[in-house]
Each structure stands twice: as structure tokens, then as C-alpha cells.
């Protein structure tokens, strides 16, 4: 008998759809006609914008400064992000539709910098590196959270345990008079703090967001109380010593990204090297594999002879111990000392950046930046004196997590047991 | 020569049910041993004692005439025992590589994954024993077949001697099981040796050096192939006699009364799952929609009684168009469906019988007066529904939930039939149940055909379309690919069909047209 064998591929009712491609293209036409409206018109022809490229206070890997004709860059950035949106709307960009629209976004934040500070000086650089500075709790937490839930467990206690370890860390700092023991002190609260999420989501197998919850709200309490009893009446207590700024040789020399990276404190260069040991520890070593197949799929793991239970355990207390290091940085690397809800919710926004970064310790810290840069971005215009009211520029980061989250998550992959308790039947 | 395996008097009790009650096997080596039984018999509880899943009350496990303690999964990996899971255990978002070396990666410089060790391996084993597979490719572009040969791999990347192959088939096309059959007397002849549990009778009698049955966790017997046949079989796994054969008479259809025109359903990742579709059901007339799980029979199944919305084209219901309709418009104007999941999708599981057998009639008189449900009305309803369709259940207030799944599904049949209804659309209405409530349904359902109600019956089981319809139509990724007289049609061009290829003879329009033609 002759058969025909028929290749029917299935098609996807495209990537992006139509309706997207045309209303991307429209934001991003009203994008460039309100930077020359707002922006470029109501900017005086002469004016020069000067950015400077190397934080206050640095020496070392200086660079000049950036001097731009205000109109003539505004007027530029409108015409190109209308070609952008003129080619979205006929063409369109495919794959990288994203990636432009980010691109369109960073002509948005460029251009609003140079109308802001048209005719003044603007710190750019300091601007990156107190980005950087706010990524580090941000980025922390989401490495904490990619531990855990690439394990399949969901921990929404990052908050929780980064508030405790700020308050242990400035305490025991305080006493002991060392920023190392309130760093080892800090951690080991937050550690006591993931090992009991570890105990209720895996072995008893509560939810795990009530589980998380509740480490939380314990920790706002807890740790107010002995703000309020102890740390605000004996001020020697909440007076840690810090972990100060120091160079690395060589790297430190590199314009702009040297001042920024690789001449600041111990928290930034934990955060370069978590980075990178997580991304290959995930994925190139047998550790990584056999947690991410925990995450994936319990049973399979389990049926190969892996121990899912004790990997989640591991999981969940490494989680920790990132959480820990995240919550210290405040006192004993950027503050110096403990206040009541310190963190601000960064824990959350950590897990919102995991999520924005697809789980990826890459991309996880990547968007720490961006939520870092929103949080510079709200400092500096206060400073800077401008029209918008601080307070509302205080809300930028929440409200460009809220836009990142509605906008772009659903794409990516989340482990598919995340959250849901192994039972062997 | 020793046999290679032993079971000596396992007993695993659990709440209630003597899953294995002393049972004793032996496997010689380079043999393939057939573990026959229905749902429920015992055969997988065994075979997850034997892989370290489960422990053992009693008994004991020898290989190769030592005594060895099972007390997880490794320890039945290092004593040569290997398992293709029935739900293949593979993680959809791994490589094949990455999938094989699981839990025995081989490293470089201390730690890290040495992929190129393991795909030379995966090659390697894939020559020796003809098992076709790309090492790089992610297991969730594979086909079913596919990925149960990375199963098979992973077991002999694991030096496995004893395989178990726990219902391999369940998730095959005939052709792909027949495949399966020839790597599997391939690997007995390279020396290994094979446990095969299964329910289906015929692939017993085509593969298996031996059978052992097994019901209600006892060993009733074993068979020598060669001279056992199927109904001998079917009686010692059901414990009495069973009709194989469906019996219905020929009937001329009536009036079309489902129409489907040219419908186009996506999954939630907006992927085209339902391609194009249009046919005709007629009262009367048994549709059968043939095809390998997940081509698109869940989706359509669902756009036609209204649980998904299609993107586009029509659904007709005698002359009332149905398309994106709420279920219960749809329900109302006399159509019923038996959906393929019963306990998700079918029953309220801690609702007594008696309330789900009103699940779609309960806010109508008698049932309700108002807002008032009326109680005796309903229990009234539920004792003459239970006594009618033989429904085993202590009480009507029994909770659904704690019955068997044969009886489960006669609450679903008994409410959905018990109503003048004019379309059946059962999908899947046998799954997982024992001979004896097969036996029961088909009846039940050609009954109703020959009522003159117009059935839309999908089952990837082809010896149920077969039997039961009239017509049959093969589903593939998403489009149907040729319509055919049940009475003139093989199984084997059937599978030929549910696997995507299209012999010329056959003649076939696919794609937008109509391809159901009323010839009778």
C-alpha cells in the first residue's frame, strides 16, 4: 500500500497579535510626540544639558563629562521613537517587539533627565551607582526567591526575613561591636526564619503562602517591638559599624562602570558573584539540575533516586541565607542602623524581579536594576528640585513593577511544581 | 538456569482494599511476561512494590536468587530494576540528554554536567538497540512515542536487566505500540528481561512469552499464548463471562442534527488546536471521533458543549446556532455530555448521588419550586435513577466521591440519559473502567442511538469507535483528516490514519471543506 504521510504543523494564532503590533505602535507614537509637546518645546533652544559621568567623591576611573544641546537631543529621541512606532504599526517587530519597546522607554526616562535638568548639571553617573545601590536588596531577594521556587517551593518570606536580619544585624553589630557578626547574626535569623517556612510548606505541607505570611507578619512585629523597646531607648544599640567602601585593583580603573561595580561595598561585589555562581551552579553543575528537576517535576526526580525532600530543604535554606544577606545590607551596608519596616517591601519587588526575570539570576538581576533605577530615579528629581512632587516620584518603582508585571509576565516559564507540596501518594 | 526474578507471597495492604494478596511471580531471563488485569487489580501497586515506590506487608524480592530489600527507587536502579511509568516521568523542559542523566550525571573538573559524555552514551545505547533520538532536542517537542523511547533509554543508561513496562500503550497509536512490541523483543533478545502490564487482550496475545492474571490483588492464573484466547482471557481477568461484541443493528439516520462548520478552537497558549473542523452528526447515527490523545478532540468537544470558546466558525444544534452559547443554553435545548474527565469535569464529588444526578435539571420543576429546592423530589428521582441504570451505591445520600469509577460514571450516564435529550456528546465515556461496565455503557449508548438521538462518541481507544459508531472520523493535530463507514474500514488503516498518514485509496478533503457526506 503506498501511503503519503501529510505534515500538518500546528500554527499558533501568531506571536504577537494584531491588535498588539498596532496598539504598541500608537503608545509609542504618543511617546514621541509627548517628548517634543512636553519635553522639547518647552525647553529654551540654547540650553545645555551636562551629565556627569563619574559618581561624587571618586578618584579613580573618572570620566569627562557628557555636555548635550538640550532641544536639538529631545527633538532627536521624538523623531526616533515616531519611526519606531511608524514601523511597529506597518511592519512591526517581531520577536523583538519587547525589546523595543524597552528601548522607546529608556528615550522616555532620557529625555525626561535632559528636560529636568536642562540648563543644570545632572549626576548620571551617581544616578547608576545609587541604582545599583537600591538593586542590591532587590536583586538579593530575587536570588533568594529563584533558589526556592526553582526548588518548588514559593517564598513570599524574603520580606520577612530581610527584616529581621536588618534588625539582628544592627543589634548584634551594635554589641559586639563588629559589622561581621551582625552580618553572621542577621543571617542566621533569617535562616531560623526559612527553615521554619521550609518545616510548615514541606514537611506539614501548609500553604505556602500562608506560611509565608505569617513569617512576615511575625517579623514586622517582632522586630518593631524590640525597635520600640530597646533600640530606640539604648541608641549604642542601634549604632552598628559598617562595611565600608573598597576598590578592586584594575577593575576599579574602568570609566564609569569601574566607579560603579567595582569601588563600593561588599554587598554589590556578593551580589557580582552570586550572580554568577548561581547561573552556572543552575545550570552547568549537577546540583542545579537535580533542584531545577525538583521544581519541574518531583516524581520523575524522585523515581531517578533524588531526594526531594532534603533538596527542598536546601533550597529553601540557601534561599535564606541570600534573604539574610539582602536584609543586612541595610544597616550594616547602607544605613547604619535599624528602622521600623526598613525594607519597604523590597522583598516583594525581589520576587517581582525573579519573575520579570523569567527565574534567571541574568535577567533577575536586570530588572533589580531597573526597579533600582526607578528608586534612584525618584531620589534625584526631589533633589533636583523639580515641578513633580517627590511624593509622587517616590511611587515610580511600584508603579513601574505594577506596568512590568501586568505588561510582560505570563510569557515565561515557571517551574511547574512550584508550590505544590510532594507527597509519595 | 535460576530465574532472573522472584516475588515470593507479596501482600501490600492499604485502607480498606488487599491490594496484593500473596502473590508470587517468577521472570526468567530474556522473557517477556504479561501482567494482565483490569483497573484496580493490583498490577501497578506490584510493580511499585518491586520498583521501591511502595513497601511490601509480606513477601520478599530475589534477583538472581539473592534476597534484596527495596526501599526506594535507587536501590531498585542499582539491583537492575528499570520502570517505564505509565505518566512518563520526564521533565518536559529538559533535554533528552538532560532527562537520561538524571540522578547519575557523569561530571568534568568535579562539578560540572558533562552533557557530551551522556549524548555520546544516549547514541550509543540508540544504535545498539535501534531506538531513534536526537540527545539535544527538548522532550516537549517529542512525540509521545518518542519520549517513551528517552524512557526506555534512561533504563539502559542505568544498566537495567529487568524492565517493567507499566501500560506502555495507553498513550500509543496501534502502529506506535507496534513499534513499541518490535524494541521490545529486540531487547530480549539482547538478554534482557521484560514485565509488561497491561489490559488489553489483544497486545497479550501478540507479544507476551507468558501471561499471569491477576484480579482483586490474587494470581487467578497463567496462560501460555499460544493456545489462550481472547475470551478465555477476558473471563479470568472479569471473573465471569464477558460479550466482547457490541450489538447493534443497522439503522438509517434521520435529520442532521449537529452541525459543525468550519471551527477553529485555540489552548490556552493560542495555539491552534481544533484546525478548520466541519462534519454532521444525524439522528440516529453514531459519529465516532477517532485519534490519538490530544489532537484536538478535548478542545472540540469542549467548543461544542460550550465549555471553550472557539475563535471561529459555527456550531448548529437542530437548526439553533450554538457557537460561544453558554453550557447551559446548550444543555437546554437537548443536548447532554459525558465529559472525558468525570471527577473534575463530570460530578460534584462530596455531593451525595441524589444531587448530582439533578446537576442539570435542579432549578426546574419538580425539582425546585422558586428558589426552593424540593428534596423528596429529588431523592424520589435519584431511587428510580439508581435502580435504572444499576448504579451501586449504598444510599442516595452517599457522596459520590467514595463510589468506584464504574459507578461513577453511571451517575453521569443516568443523568445525562435519563432526560429527553436529542445529541449525546460522550468523550472518552469507558476510560479507566473495568470490562463489566464497558459492557454496560456501550449498551446504554447504542440504545440511545437507536432512540433516534444523535451520539458524538470520542475515544482514542479504537476498538470502542469501531465497535460503536457508524461513522468514523480521524482527528490529527487539530483536523480531520478522512471520514469513514465504520462497517467498511480496518483497524489497521484506522491507524494508519490516527497517526497522520493518509493512504491514497482512502479518499479525503481536508481543510475547510465539508468531508461528511450522507451516503448511506
Known amino acids: 500500500m503506498t501511503a503519503s504521510t501529510t505534515t500538518i504543523q500546528r500554527v499558533k494564532i501568531s506571536e504577537i497579535s494584531q491588535n498588539r503590533k498596532i496598539i504598541t505602535g ?84 532620557f529625555s525626561f533627565l535632559t528636560w529636568q535638568a536642562s540648563g543644570k548639571s545632572l ?105 520600640q523597646k530597646f533600640l530606640q531607648v539604648y541608641q549604642e544599640l542601634n549604632n552598628p559599624p559598617m562595611l565600608s567602601r573598597f576598590e578592586i585593583p584594575l577593575l576599579s580603573k574602568i570609566p564609569l562602570a569601574g566607579p560603579i561595580f567595582f569601588n563600593t561595598n561588599l554587598f554589590v561585589y556578593i551580589m557580582i558573584a552570586l550572580l554568577i555562581i548561581l547561573q552556572v551552579a543552575l545550570f552547568s553543575t549537577r546540583w542545579g539540575l537535580r533542584m531545577r528537576s525538583v521544581g519541574e517535576h ?122 505544590v507540596p510532594y507527597e509519595k501518594e | 538456569m535460576s530465574p532472573i526474578l522472584q516475588l515470593k507471597g507479596i501482600t501490600k495492604q492499604f485502607p480498606g482494599v488487599l491490594a496484593n494478596d500473596h502473590i508470587n511471580l517468577t521472570l526468567n531471563k530474556g522473557e517477556i511476561l504479561a501482567l494482565l488485569g483490569e483497573n484496580g487489580a493490583g498490577k501497578t501497586t506490584l510493580m511499585n512494590i518491586l520498583y521501591g515506590l511502595y513497601q511490601p506487608d509480606e513477601g520478599e524480592i530475589l534477583v538472581n536468587d539473592q534476597r534484596i530489600t527495596v526501599l526506594s527507587p535507587t536501590d531498585a536502579i542499582n539491583a537492575g530494576i528499570g520502570m517505564v511509568h505509565q505518566h512518563f516521568m520526564l521533565i518536559p523542559v529538559f533535554t533528552v540528554t538532560e ?35 536526537n ?20 533504563l539502559l543508561y542505568r544498566q537495567a536487566e529487568i524492565l517493567i513496562f507499566d501500560e506502555p500503550t495507553a498513550v500509543l497509536t496501534p502502529q506506535e505500540s507496534d513499534e513499541l512490541f518490535v524494541i521490545m523483543r529486540s531487547l530480549t533478545k539482547q538478554g534482557k528481561s521484560i514485565i509488561f502490564i497491561t489490559h488489553k487482550l489483544r497486545e497479550v496475545l501478540e507479544v507476551a512469552d507468558r501471561i499471569m492474571v491477576i484480579r482483586r490483588g490474587a494470581v487467578v ?16 481477568m472479569v471473573g465471569r463471562e464477558v460479550n466482547l461484541v457490541v450489538e447493534k443493528e443497522v439503522k438509517k439516520p434521520g435529520d442532521i442534527v449537529l452541525s459543525v462548520n468550519d471551527l477553529v478552537v485555540a489552548d490556552q497558549f493560542k495555539q491552534v488546536v481544533v484546525d478548520h473542523v466541519s462534519f454532521d452528526v444525524h439522528a440516529g447515527q453514531i459519529l465516532g471521533i477517532a485519534g490519538v490523545q490530544g489532537n484536538g478532540q478535548t478542545e472540540l468537544v469542549e467548543a461544542i458543549t460550550g465549555l471553550r ?22 444543555t437546554e435545548l437537548g443536548a447532554a455530555h459525558v465529559p472525558e474527565d468525570r471527577q473534575a469535569d463530570g460530578l460534584v464529588l462530596p455531593f451525595p448521588v441524589a444531587e448530582n444526578l439533578v446537576l442539570c435539571t435542579y ?28 448504579i451501586r451505591t449504598p444510599s442516595s445520600l452517599t457522596s459520590v466521591g467514595s463510589l468506584s469509577g464504574g459507578n461513577q460514571q453511571k451517575v453521569i450516564i443516568a443523568r445525562e440519559l435519563s432526560r429527553p435529550i436529542k445529541l449525546l456528546v460522550a468523550s472518552q465515556p469507558t476510560r479507566g473502567l473495568d470490562v463489566g461496565s464497558i459492557e454496560y455503557i456501550h449498551k446504554r449508548i447504542v440504545q440511545k442511538r437507536d432512540e433516534g438521538c444523535a451520539v458524538l462518541l470520542v475515544s482514542p481507544e479504537l476498538d470502542e469507535v469501531i465497535e460503536l459508531s457508524d461513522r468514523i472520523a480521524v482527528m490529527y493535530r487539530g483536523k480531520i483528516i478522512a471520514v469513514v463507514n465504520a462497517d467498511d474500514v480496518t483497524k489497521e488503516s484506522l491507524g494508519l490514519l490516527m497517526a497522520g498518514i493518509v493512504p491514497e485509496k482512502i479518499e479525503m478533503k481536508a481543510g475547510g471543506k465539508k468531508v461528511v457526506e450522507t451516503t448511506f
Open chain 2, 99 to 133: 532527562n537520561v542523566m538524571l540522578g547519575a550525571e557523569p561530571v568534568k573538573a568535579g562539578c560540572f554536567l558533562d552533557r557530551q559524555k551522556t549524548a555520546a552514551k544516549i547514541m550509543e545505547i540508540s544504535k545498539q538497540y535501534k531506538l531513534e533520538v
Open chain 1, 26 to 109: 500608537i503608545v509609542e507614537i504618543i511617546v514621541a510626540i509627548f517628548i517634543y509637546v512636553v519635553f522639547a518645546s518647552k525647553v529654551a533652544s540654547d540650553a545645555i544639558t551636562t551629565f556627569v559621568m563619574t559618581p561624587g567623591g571618586i578618584t579613580v576611573g573618572k570620566m569627562a563629562n557628557w555636555i548635550v544641546p538640550s532641544q536639538l537631543a529631545l527633538i532627536i529621541l521624538a523623531i526616533l521613537s515616531l519611526l519606531i512606532g511608524i514601523f511597529q504599526i506597518i511592519k512591526g517587530f517581531g520577536k523583538a517587539t519587547n525589546g523595543v519597546i524597552g528601548l522607546v522607554f529608556l528615550f522616555f526616562i
Open chain 2, 363 to 390: 432549578y426546574n420543576q419538580p425539582f425546585a419550586k422558586g428558589v426552593i429546592l424540593q428534596y423528596d423530589k429529588i431523592l424520589e428521582n435519584s431511587e428510580k435513577l439508581v435502580k435504572d441504570f444499576d
Open chain 1, 123 to 227: 549626576n548620571l553617573a551617581g544616578m547608576l551607582s545609587s541604582a545599583v545601590q537600591f538593586a542590591v536588596p532587590i536583586t538579593l531577594g530575587a536570588f533568594s526567591g529563584i533558589l526556592c521556587e526553582r526548588a518548588g517551593v514559593v517564598n513570599i518570606a524574603i520580606e520577612g526575613m530581610m527584616l529581621m536580619s536588618a534588625m539582628l544585624g544592627s543589634l548584634m553589630g551594635s554589641i559586639f561591636n563588629s559589622a561581621w557578626l551582625g552580618l553572621l547574626f542577621g543571617v542566621t535569623g533569617a535562616v531560623l526564619l526559612a527553615a521554619l517556612h521550609a518545616v510548615l510548606s514541606i514537611k506539614y505541607k501548609i500553604d505556602q503562602i500562608i506560611s509565608g505570611t505569617v513569617i512576615n507578619i511575625f517579623s514586622t512585629g517582632m522586630t518593631a517591638f524590640i525597635s
Open chain 2, 135 to 154: 540527545p539535544d532536542e527538548y522532550i516537549k517537542d517529542l512525540s509521545v512515542g518518542v519520549q517513551q523511547r528517552v524512557e526506555i533509554i534512561k
Open chain 2, 221 to 236: 492464573g497463567e496462560a501460555n499464548p499460544k493456545d489462550a484466547d481472547r475470551n478465555k482471557l477476558a473471563e479470568m
Open chain 1, 298 to 419: 518531583p516524581k520523575a526526580a524522585d523515581t531517578l533516586g533524588i531526594n526531594v525532600i532534603k533538596t527542598r530543604y536546601m533550597a529553601v535554606l540557601l534561599g535564606g541565607i541570600v534573604a539574610g544577606l539582602a536584609g543586612a545590607f541595610y544597616t550594616i551596608g547602607s544605613v547604619g542602623r535599624f528602622d521600623e519596616g526598613m525594607t519597604g517591601g523590597k522583598g516583594f519587588i525581589g520576587l517581582a524581579a525573579m519573575i520579570f526575570g523569567n527565574y534567571n539570576p541574568v535577567g533577575a538581576l536586570g530588572a533589580g536594576i531597573l526597579f533600582g533605577f526607578a528608586d534612584s530615579l525618584g531620589t534625584k528629581l526631589s533633589l533636583l528640585g523639580s515641578s513633580i512632587p517627590s511624593e509622587l516620584m517616590s511611587t515610580a518603582p511600584y508603579l513601574i513593577t505594577m506596568i512590568v508585571l501586568a505588561g510582560f509576565v505570563g510569557k515565561g516559564h515557571v517551574p511547574a511544581a512550584d508550590g
Open chain 2, 309 to 330: 470558546k472557539s475563535v471561529s466558525g459555527h456550531v448548529t444544534f437542530m437548526g439553533n446556532d450554538i457557537t460561544n452559547k453558554s453550557p447551559r443554553a446548550i
